[in-house]
């Protein structure tokens, strides 16, 4: 099966990244080409991907942008217009998610290159190439927008994190993470940033109400989840956390960064029992801790010790367990699962 295949390469490839001292990113580059591969020539796989061909196909008709945020509305035109086909559109924005991840590994160092393989790979690459495709490309947005940060290349970094939020909106609260992981809050002026960050997203949310009213909505429409919904997240950040507390981070940085994921994980958690925009916000701070543990390390000039390496290959493992269980779950279920993977070759689709 090809998702085990992938799974395994990972694994694998982050083996012998160990064995080598971690050293070289050829093997990661290989391992890119093959996902990208299973991602672009996929057929009808995915769970979202026939809505978004649909939400695509609506904007070649200039009838409805089904409520997309502006970064994906303006690259899905450019797009109609070279490919004037929504099923390459929808696969032209995996192959722009991997360019960016591609990006990153060519400007990685060995925390950011152990934690890719280790965590996000196992845990995210299937779905944000394949299934919520606004949220992979503004993740992918994101993750270049840490490493500018830890390059003290604020400028760039702000640019990537703007066009992160107009890809998909509510990765300002992955943002949000990273930034509280990262302030001093004794500071007065930690307070008056984060009023004018809460006073942004507000104003975010103002223009744009008629979009979050839509995604309210949908999420009313499905029953609530129940209470072990969202607990695999849950336990991914138990994990992580406990990662940090055996970590070799000063002690006021293991602090802020256990209270984060501890008390936003319950929050969100608990939230997830009655609505679907709980597994949502886990989702995003499962994603956005492991990258506020990476920029504390690099501030700290420190290299992952043995505790938070395992946490992480141990959260990656969970992550991948789970994806492939809701695969499993979801087989023949709808008009693009992720099982049964089929293959749709280019030619076939021009």
């Given at each position: 099966m090809i998702y085990l295949i992938g799974w395994t390469l990972i694994f694998t490839v982050l083996t012998l990244s160990e064995l080598t001292g971690n050293r070289f990113r050829s093997p990661i580059f290989v391992l890119l080409i093959f996902f990208t591969m299973v991602s672009v020539l996929r057929g009808d796989v995915g769970?979202?991907?026939?809505?978004?061909?649909?939400?695509?196909?609506?904007?070649?008709?200039?009838?409805?942008?089904?409520?997309?945020?502006?970064?994906?509305?303006?690259?899905?035109?450019?797009?109609?217009?070279?490919?004037?086909?929504?099923?390459?559109?929808?696969?032209?924005?995996?192959?722009?998610?991997f360019g960016l991840l591609f990006?990153?590994?060519?400007?990685?160092?060995?925390?950011?290159?152990?934690?890719f393989l280790a965590y996000i790979a196992p845990a995210f690459i299937y779905q944000y190439s394949m299934n919520v495709i606004r949220l992979?490309?503004?993740?992918?947005?994101?993750?270049?927008?840490?490493?500018?940060?830890?390059?003290?290349?604020?400028?760039?970094?702000?640019?990537?994190?703007?066009?992160?939020?107009?890809?998909?909106?509510s990765i300002m609260c992955s943002f949000a993470v990273i930034w509280l992981s990262q302030m001093r809050w004794s500071r007065g002026s930690t307070v008056f940033v984060g009023v004018f960050i809460?006073?942004?997203?507000?104003?975010?949310?103002?223009?744009?109400?008629?979009?979050?009213?839509?995604?309210?909505?949908?999420?009313?429409?499905?029953?609530?989840?129940?209470?072990?919904?969202?607990?695999?997240?849950?336990?991914?950040?138990?994990?992580?956390?406990?990662?940090?507390?055996?970590?070799?981070?000063p002690r006021p940085d293991k602090a802020k960064l256990t209270i984060l994921g501890l008390g936003l994980g319950t929050l969100f958690w608990l939230l997830s029992a009655y609505t679907y925009a709980g597994l949502r916000f886990l989702d995003l701070l499962s994603f956005a801790l492991p990258f506020a543990m990476l920029i504390t390390y690099n501030r700290n000039q420190l290299d992952f010790n043995l505790a938070v390496k395992s946490s992480l290959v141990l959260a990656g493992v969970?992550?991948?367990?789970?994806?492939?269980?809701?695969?499993?779950?979801?087989?023949?279920?709808g008009p693009s699962p992720f099982l049964p993977y089929t293959i749709n070759l280019i030619f076939e689709i021009i």
């Open positions: 769970t979202d991907t026939n809505t978004y061909e649909f939400l695509v196909q609506g904007l070649s008709d200039n009838t409805d942008s089904g409520g997309m945020e502006p970064g994906f509305i303006g690259v899905s035109r450019i797009l109609l217009g070279v490919f004037d086909s929504p099923v390459m559109v929808v696969r032209f924005f995996s192959f722009i998610f990006f990153y590994i060519a400007r990685s160092n060995k925390n950011e290159r152990f934690m992979g490309i503004a993740s992918g947005l994101l993750i270049l927008a840490t490493q500018y940060y830890n390059r003290k290349k604020i400028r760039a970094s702000a640019a990537l994190a703007v066009s992160a939020v107009l890809f998909h909106y809460s006073a942004l997203m507000l104003a975010v949310f103002y223009v744009n109400m008629d979009y979050f009213q839509l995604k309210l909505a949908s999420y009313q429409g499905f029953n609530a989840p129940g209470e072990s919904s969202g607990l695999s997240k849950l336990v991914v950040l138990v994990v992580l956390i406990l990662g940090v507390l055996f970590s070799n981070l969970v992550g991948a367990l789970s994806a492939f269980k809701n695969f499993l779950s979801e087989d023949g279920v």
